[in-house]
């Protein structure tokens, strides 16, 4: 169950769901800030139980030639569902899931909010692990993005590049894209830098050519039949 969004100042709106008991050792919620994302500070609280959840999940380690994105997705995961309602009424209004092309651009807006973090050995992260630690490898930003623009109705698929990943996602956009079964999915760079100050904000849409010529396309349902 989760409480309604309270704004603590004028320019801050608060986001949670509801915590829940654990005897871990740990608080019983992560606070995420988003400071002056489109011009509000947020603050989300997820609890520490879901969290811990997906973190005690086995994977695979990327080795430039994996496949399995979308067993990460879970669009599904209440605490994901939260956020993507929130942000699509406080920024676009109660029609939001009608207007998928500013849907789908405020969802990437604030994927592109998390900073890149590189790691080894490098691995897959689920969205509420990547969330709860503010930022991840292009491989978790474009998994937390797919998820939360599947909960919000948007088809995207995964482009992949043996040395990146990045999102083409199915909205009537303009721009470069990728064309499957009559379906044009416009190719976004969700990743963002590690530098809070230098984010990139890139466009539905915007892409280099050269690399998208390159891209292995990964759909949804090749994987989930």
């Given at each position: ?193 590690e530098w809070p100050d230098h984010r990139y904000t890139d466009k539905i849409g915007v892409f280099n050519s050269v690399l998208l010529n390159k891209a292995n396309v990964i759909l949804m349902e090749k994987y989930r039949k």
């Amino acid at each position: 169950m989760t409480s309604k969004p309270e704004k603590i100042i004028k320019s801050e709106k608060e986001i949670k769901t509801t915590p829940q008991k654990v005897q871990l050792g740990y608080p019983s919620f992560f606070t995420i800030y988003r400071e002056k994302f489109r011009g509000s500070h947020w603050r989300f609280e997820i609890d520490t139980e879901s969290y811990f959840k997906y973190k005690a999940l086995p994977r695979e380690e990327y080795n430039g030639n994996y496949e399995h994105y979308w067993d990460f997705v879970t669009e599904t995961e209440k605490n994901v569902g939260v956020i993507v309602d929130i942000l699509g009424k406080e920024e676009i209004g109660s029609k939001w899931k009608k207007k998928p092309l500013e849907t789908a651009q405020l969802l990437v807006d604030f994927v592109q909010s998390f900073p890149y973090q590189d790691r080894e050995p490098c691995y897959a992260k689920y969205p509420l692990e990547t969330l709860c630690e503010n930022g991840g490898n292009c491989l978790d930003l474009s998994i937390l993005g797919a998820s939360m623009l599947l909960y919000a109705g948007i088809e995207s698929c995964f482009l992949d590049f043996k040395e990146h990943v990045a999102l083409g996602i199915a909205v009537p956009g303009k721009g470069k894209f990728v064309q499957v079964n009559g379906i044009k999915y416009y190719a976004t760079e969700i990743t963002s830098t590690e530098w809070p100050d230098h984010r990139y904000t890139d466009k539905i849409g915007v892409f280099n050519s050269v690399l998208l010529n390159k891209a292995n396309v990964i759909l949804m349902e090749k994987y989930r039949k």
